[in-house]
């Protein structure tokens, strides 16, 4: 049963976004003649990321310091509760409130199952679990999209109501999941506050990667749905190709264990992430077809599908117990920062553009801008590699 309520866990944080971009045209429907209607709008998507950056540090010290699952528990309640609360709540200001307490129970979630897969499993098994919790998440999104599609039919806010599924997982955590032995074991040697995060060039690498993926992925998520309305698409076909892209990148989630002992490099299985991620955007920005966006999509999806197992073994292997925590939670709140500014820069552009120049702009972002940077870690990789094979020589 832990098994299924650590996977449980995970499932739910796809409720984010994957549940209610379908119905986001609806609400901007409704609050079209409020000021900034439609941009406050998408922030039902991305303003609980900023809040997740806000509480993150926090969340990271008390795992470090007080136990994974003492934060897991209050974080899946006031997730549940604060998710559906949109369904009830008339103001869309007091909306973006609730989807501000929403990002700090999606912080402690995110971080404390993260953390408890890398304190409770290493090496290939870590690999595989990195792979189901990414594919889980990947699965419930496809079946989310497509739910969230149809619920947006009978009004846009019967989407929100799904969020208290969190309340028995709650109770589920509860019942089953436990400290970790390898945690337990450090804490009893060693105070983990006091146990200093290393100045590693590699994991402040991997923060901006996160960042950076994340400012990427998160334009399919908020803008894709606007595109596609533009187009003359309903809600249901915007939900049915958002679900085939996330099954999509379930297959190569999925795949991921096989394609870290090809590639052993963390920087060479995120740069496959962002070509095949950004080729999509470029499909779907050139196309007005509903058949050739949906292969743009699936492509988009095979990318994205590397994504987070790759980005949470890449920092798992290279940080220790005693500040896990810490690490992942500065990471999770890269990645979320880059959702909630991913939005603003976007309707930047948009002041200027049409949807598909922002999408082809982000996809030759994505592949371009990677090129030189990848020589770079490549060297840097080597080098490193190279001097430690030296060291080990000499000893």
């Known amino acids: 049963m832990r098994v299924l309520t650590l996977l449980s866990c995970s499932v739910i944080t796809a409720c984010t976004s994957a549940l209610i971009a379908p119905s986001l045209p609806g609400a901007a429907g409704e609050f079209a003649d409020s000021p900034n209607g439609e941009l406050l709008v998408k922030y039902f998507l991305s303003v609980h990321p900023i809040f997740v950056g806000i509480f993150a540090p926090i969340a990271g010290y008390l795992l470090d310091g007080g136990g994974r699952r003492t934060l897991l528990i209050p974080s899946l309640l006031l997730f549940g509760l604060s998710g559906s609360a949109a369904y009830f709540i008339e ?12 990002g700090i129970g999606l912080s402690g979630i995110t971080i404390s199952v993260t953390t408890l897969i890398g304190d409770y499993f290493s090496g290939e098994k870590l690999d595989q679990w990195a792979s189901y919790q990414a594919s889980s998440i990947a699965m419930a ?5 497509v739910i969230g599609g149809a619920l947006a039919q009978t009004g846009w806010r019967t989407p929100y109501l799904v969020y208290l599924v969190a309340l028995p997982v709650a109770a589920a955590a509860w019942a089953f ?10 804490k009893n040697t060693i105070h983990q506050r006091s146990e200093r995060i290393p100045r590693d060039r590699e994991v402040f690498l991997i923060y901006g990667a996160a960042f950076v993926g994340m400012l990427s992925a998160f ?3 908020v803008q894709y749905p606007f595109y596609l309305d533009a187009l003359g698409y309903s809600s249901s076909e915007v939900g049915f190709s958002n679900g085939l892209m996330v099954f999509a990148s379930f297959f190569t989630a999925m795949l991921y264990p096989r394609v870290k002992r090809l590639i052993p490099c963390g920087w060479a299985i995120y740069s496959i992430f962002m070509v095949l991620a950004g080729l999509g955007y470029v ?19 095979f990318g994205f599908g590397l994504f987070l197992p790759n980005i949470n073994v890449w920092l798992n292997e290279r940080v220790s117990t005693g500040v896990r925590g810490r690490c992942v939670s500065r990471m999770t709140a890269a990645m979320l920062i880059g959702q909630f500014l991913s939005p603003a820069l976007a309707q930047l552009m948009l002041s200027y553009y049409s949807y598909d120049v922002l999408l082809v702009a982000t996809g030759l972002f994505g592949m371009v801008f990677l090129l030189p940077l990848s020589a770079l870690v490549w060297v840097y990789w080597s080098s490193s590699k190279l001097e430690a094979h030296k060291a080990a020589a000499k000893t």
Not at 177 to 186: G, S, V
């Open 91 to 102: 103001d869309i200001w007091l909306i973006l409130v609730s989807r501000a307490m929403l």
């Open 219 to 221: 334009v399919f998520a």
């Open 141 to 145: 999104s496809s079946v989310l999209y």
């Open 283 to 301: 499909i779907i920005g050139l196309s007005e077809s509903y058949t050739i966006i949906i292969i743009g999509a699936i492509i988009h999806g």
């Open 177 to 186: 999941i436990d400290e970790p032995r390898a945690y337990l074991d450090h």
